[in-house]
């Protein structure tokens, strides 16, 4: 199985300054078609998560350009360029490489200092 | 706009058969490239994959939790069902249905979740 590890667990920001997370996962997420399924997820509080990136870098419709991810191989960041106050909650990253496992970083909750 | 709804029962007794189902609109379920997911979210923990299944039928269930798990889709509904049995406290989450595109890898759409607490 394919463990995804992320740092830190919480990360305190000031309003409009930048917040990195981190996630690796235990075995390369290149699949055999070339291409890399990690996939980053916010759940603000008392929400269902919402998809923000795929296949590493890609936004999803309707997802602010301040969300921003990188990475390959086992090491993916997720960056966020300039905090608001409606970015507060966890975010995961989900590898489906593994298909048809999924598995999901544990979270990095990402609040206002 | 895909929309995902579950519904089913908030309160299960231990040993017995948790039953949810996922109502779709906005899309059909039986579109290809689209696999119907059940996830589930333990108070104040991360997220865990149950299952998920196709349209044609075919289902993919966690290692884990693959003894006890059930997952079904009726295209004419457009809905798709979880049945997980012998339920103990350890099974009480917020779960949600979501659909994963096999195109993105990722989890695209999904529901709002439902509290499913197992308790005599």
């Known amino acids: 199985d394919i463990v995804m590890t992320q740092t830190p667990l919480s990360s305190p920001v000031t309003l409009g300054q930048p917040a990195s997370i981190s996630c690796r996962s235990s075995?390369?997420?290149?699949?055999?078609?070339?291409?890399?399924?990690l996939s980053w997820l916010q759940q603000r509080p008392g929400q269902p998560p919402r998809l923000l990136i795929y296949?590493?870098?890609n936004r999803f419709s309707g997802v602010p350009d301040r969300f921003s991810g990188s990475g390959a191989g086992t090491d993916f960041t997720l960056k966020i360029s300039r905090v608001e106050a409606e970015d507060v909650g966890v975010y995961y990253c989900?590898?489906?490489?593994?298909?048809?496992?999924?598995?999901f970083g544990g979270g990095t909750k990402v609040e206002i200092k | 706009q895909v929309q995902l709804q579950e519904s089913g029962p908030g309160l299960v007794k231990p040993s017995q058969t948790l039953s949810l189902t996922c109502t779709v609109s906005?899309?059909?379920?039986?579109?290809?490239?689209?696999?119907w997911s059940w996830i589930r979210q333990h108070p104040g923990k991360g997220l865990e994959w149950i299952g998920y299944?196709?349209?044609?039928?075919?289902?993919y269930y966690n290692p884990s939790l693959k003894s006890r798990v059930t997952i079904s889709v009726d295209t004419s509904k457009n809905q798709f069902s979880l049945k997980l049995s012998s339920v103990t406290a350890a099974d009480t989450a917020v779960y949600y249905c979501?659909?994963?595109?096999?195109?993105?890898?990722?989890?695209?759409?999904w529901g709002q979740g439902t509290l499913v607490t197992v308790s005599s």
């Open positions: 296949k590493i870098s």
């Open positions: 906005g899309g059909s379920i039986s579109s290809g490239g689209y696999y």
């Open positions: 979501a659909r994963l595109a096999a195109q993105l890898g990722g989890v695209d759409y």
């Open positions: 075995q390369s997420l290149v699949h055999s078609d070339g291409n890399t399924y």
């Open positions: 989900m590898q489906a490489t593994q298909f048809p496992f999924l598995t």
């Open positions: 299944i196709y349209y044609s039928g075919s289902t």
